[in-house]
């Protein structure tokens, strides 16, 4: 086929890559080149500008050419090209609807690499953008702007925190919220705050108060949005995080593969850029890490902020919000009442309704009631409901996933407020623990264990335990009161720290030879007449030491019998006894706690106090409150109560099914198309891994006719030029065969 020929004008059309190319190694000597071709843009532009839509495939193709010529040597020219950014943004914004899809997404393209050269800033392109991702009709400019905004943004505070731009951003999003509430342009408020909260690009306050006034709006798309950031936003954050911690490169890998690959530009750049990351990852693991907080701790007013949202979306009768949302919405206002202990009184009525088996997802709502109980809740206010809760879930005619559901539900509420139980109404709880059922026996057996532990004079003395009635005869266990807080008095655990000190010193003295008060033990090396010096302290101002008058025993003391018994005192020395024992427990109050008083705690000694704290965590019951019921509210406080915490007692002892036995015995196993044999296996493991296969498997595989003459000249060889062969392979193989790579 004969080579057809270009006419001189479509040679310079075809050759806009070349051009480009020598404009950016010599911009002086082609200036009159990119000036024609500016007149030629220019030109193009004023007839698109006239009829877009009109415009034919070939006239779309030569000013998409141009336009991306343009863009690429824009800074090479700032005079001529000054106003090409306001060309550009005048096309976008008036024709986005009817220009061609690849002509729109490169003008697109052209006024971020505007942007990344510099030649215009973040704020020009982000107000130019986005009035047009939230009004054009087309999915795909949507989704390419949107892609546009969030890498604008993140190269944006990648070096540092660009707050000028932020705080642009964000009250551009708020205003968008709050201008039409009924709208569903929120929702893009919510998409891009979400994802830079995600991306650890925005961690302020700023961000929160965007999504606070998103749930608060008219529109249950961009209700639910704002919801779901407050709910499952930090998590997600951590899940990213934890995402890019574990991508690790092998540096020992890369080194090996540079020493055997064929050294290439292309590979040479790849290790350079591996470097570069492992040395990222290594700034990144030396650096003080960040206090990202909560969002639900980030929020101004949280108490008029709950009490909005529950009057709006969920007391409002007028609210049409499907059950699903309303559910979401009653998480977030229980997470904030739990989490800041707010106080909404008419919140624990609006429950009763729907607190029977036969509602729907009547689990979550029973969770949500958990979430919403603390300890300066009235009881009052909560006894009406687990009352209901008993009376519709608890009964020996009900199920018995029901019944363990409402056990546990109940439990979960006294965990949080102890003082919304009566006397009669737990002995009947408790006697569940006869049932037949294993989750209704477990569930009760819960709140047996929990109200031992915090409020035993409700149950029965048979049901107490042995630590609850000692407790309860010696003091210890005092009787709960509405509104009381428990306050540590010092720094957690620093009798442990104390008590190891005490230990660690009496040990080094007796490796010296000495006794507890630092005097040195009498030996043979003393003076002759048995006295030294050395062993008496002048004026030793030591409290620890120091132990007053010491009784010294006589020849004649022993000579007389064994000590007379002492005689049992009667009731009348009680008081005094007891007195001592208070005396005496003031007296290690005071000495524990001059450890944090007159010593500077090192950071060994606050890794020390960590592990003991950690040692002694394995008696969880010493103490006036239980450690693991302060455990369960602190972890509950974060993630929240689920349904699965409510059902998890009615999965005890329950039978699977078929499909899920079967499920069960089919995890972890490969399918029937992955049955391999060992070789195949070890083949995949190590193609995935990315490594090669060994010489010995290479030569298996080598063709019989290029190993004959190999073969054919081994037969052939002398003794001595074998010996000769053998030796350099071994030495060969001692500094790292061929290539050297042992070297």
């Known amino acids: 086929m004969p080579k057809r020929k270009v ?68 800074d090479l020219y700032p005079d001529v090209t000054a106003p090409y950014f306001d060309h550009l943004k005048e096309l976008l914004t008036q024709h986005h609807a009817v220009l061609n899809s690849d002509l729109r997404e490169k003008v697109v393209g052209s006024l971020s690499l505007l942007r990344r050269k510099d030649v215009i800033d973040s704020t020009s392109l982000l107000t130019t953008l ?26 944006s505070n990648s070096k540092a925190t660009n707050h000028k731009l932020n705080r642009t951003i964000q009250t551009v999003l708020h205003n968008l919220v709050t201008s039409d509430r009924t709208s569903t342009k929120g929702m893009w408020a919510c998409r891009i705050t979400r994802e830079l909260w995600r991306r650890q690009i925005w961690t302020d306050a700023r961000p929160c108060d965007v999504m606070k006034e998103a749930c608060l709006s008219d529109n249950e798309k961009v209700v639910v949005g704002g919801v779901r950031f407050f709910l499952g936003g930090d998590k997600e954050r951590e899940e990213m995080e934890d995402d890019s911690s574990d991508e690790e490169i092998d540096i020992k890998k890369v ?80 997470r904030l009442v739990g989490l800041h202990k707010l106080t909404i009184i008419s919140l624990y009525p609006w429950f009763t309704k729907y607190l029977t088996p036969k509602q729907p997802s009547v689990t979550s709502f029973l969770a949500s009631l958990a979430q919403a109980t603390h300890n300066h809740v009235p009881p009052d206010a909560i006894e009406p409901l687990v009352i209901k809760i008993a009376n519709e879930f608890v009964s020996e005619a009900s199920a018995a996933e029901v019944a363990s559901a409402g056990i546990n539900s109940i439990r979960e509420v006294a965990l949080r407020q102890p003082l919304c139980m009566s006397e009669t109404l737990l002995q009947d709880l408790v006697m569940y623990q006869k049932s037949k059922d294993k989750g209704t026996v477990m569930a009760a057996k819960g709140l047996q264990s929990l109200y031992r532990e915090v409020y035993p004079e409700l149950l029965q003395k048979k049901f107490r335990g042995k630590e609850a009635t ?123 706690s001059k ?36 455990e369960l509210i602190a972890k509950h406080i974060e993630d929240g109560v689920t349904a699965d915490d409510i059902e998890l007692p009615a999965q005890i002892g329950k039978k699977n099914t078929k499909e899920e036995r079967v499920a069960m ?65 071994i030495a060969r193989s001692k500094s790292g065969g061929r290539r050297r790579n042992g070297m």
């Open 665 to 729: 015995a089919k995890d972890g196993k490969p399918g029937r198309e992955e049955h391999k044999s060992t070789q195949a296996i070890r083949k995949s493991k190590k193609e995935a891994e990315g490594k090669s296969s060994t010489n010995k498997e290479k030569a298996r595989k080598k063709n019989f006719l290029m190993t004959v003459g190999k073969a054919r000249a081994k037969h052939k060889r002398s003794l001595v030029d074998t010996k000769k062969r053998l030796t350099a392979h």
């Open 470 to 592: 000692m407790g309860l005869k010696s003091g210890e266990v005092k009787r709960l009161k509405f509104g009381e807080e428990q306050v540590e008095s010092g720094i957690e655990g620093i009798e442990l720290l104390e008590k190891y000190k005490e230990e660690q010193r009496l040990k080094k003295l007796a490796e010296k030879g000495e006794d507890a008060d630092g005097d040195v033990k009498m030996g043979d090396d003393d003076d002759e007449d048995g006295f030294n010096s050395d062993e008496w302290e002048v004026a030793s101002n030591d409290s620890d030491s120091s132990t007053g008058w010491i009784n010294v025993e006589h020849s004649d003391d022993e000579d007389q019998g064994p000590a007379a018994k002492k005689q049992r005192r009667d009731s009348s020395a009680a008081p005094d006894l007891i007195s001592d024992e208070a005396m005496a427990a003031a007296a290690e109050a005071n000495r524990i």
């Open 130 to 155: 986005f009035p047009i991702l939230i009004s054009t009709p087309s999915k795909s400019l949507r989704s390419l702007l949107y892609t546009k905004i969030i890498s604008d943004l993140r190269e």
């Open 7 to 74: 006419a001189a004008l479509e040679k310079v059309d075809a050759d806009l890559v070349s051009l480009q190319y020598k404009i950016r190694r010599d911009p002086k000597s082609y200036a009159q080149e990119f000036y024609d071709q500016w007149l030629a843009y220019d030109a193009q532009r004023q007839i698109f500008i006239s009829s877009p839509s009109s415009a034919s495939s070939e006239d779309n193709k030569k000013f998409h050419d141009l336009v991306d010529l343009v863009a690429h040597v824009a």
């Open 595 to 630: 450890l944090a008083m007159t010593t500077i705690l090192t950071p060994a000694d606050l890794a020390k106090l960590a592990e003991l704290r950690r040692e002694a965590q394995l008696d969880k019951m010493t103490g006036n409150v239980s450690k693991r019921r302060q």
């Open 255 to 334: 080194k090996h593969q540079g020493t055997i690959n064929k050294k290439t530009k292309k590979r040479q750049r790849a290790t350079e850029k591996a470097m570069e990351k492992i040395k990222k990852q290594e700034r990144k693991k030396h650096a003080p890490h960040p206090l990202n907080f909560s969002a639900l701790h980030l929020l101004h007013d949280p108490q008029g902020f709950a009490e909005q949202l529950f009057q709006k979306h969920l007391q409002n009768t007028k609210c049409k919000f499907s059950l699903d949302n309303k559910l979401l919405v009653l998480q977030l206002v229980t």
